[in-house]
């Protein structure tokens, strides 16, 4: 699985790091503490980035769900 970010290029380096952590499921507490920010930073710049419109799109090979009856080998 691939999480992509489209529209990252509005984004300023700060909401992309937040984005790309939040969107990964990290709580604001746990981003906080990763980046060396407080919570409220945290919540500041997702609100912010999310203004901007991004949108995140997840990329899941058709192979890995099985939808077509093919074993993983082939």
Do not use: C, H
């Not at 509005?10 to 992309?16: N, Q």
Request: aromatic residues 6%.
């Amino acid at each position: 699985m691939k999480i992509e970010i489209r529209g990252v290029e509005k984004l300023s380096f700060r909401e992309r790091q937040v984005v790309a952590l939040k969107e990964s499921g990290y709580s604001n507490d746990r981003v906080a503490k990763q980046l060396g920010l407080s919570a409220s930073t945290v919540a500041t710049l997702y609100g912010r980035a999310r203004s901007k419109g991004y949108e995140v799109v997840i990329v899941i090979p058709a192979a890995s769900l099985g939808l077509f009856g093919l074993d993983e080998e082939e």
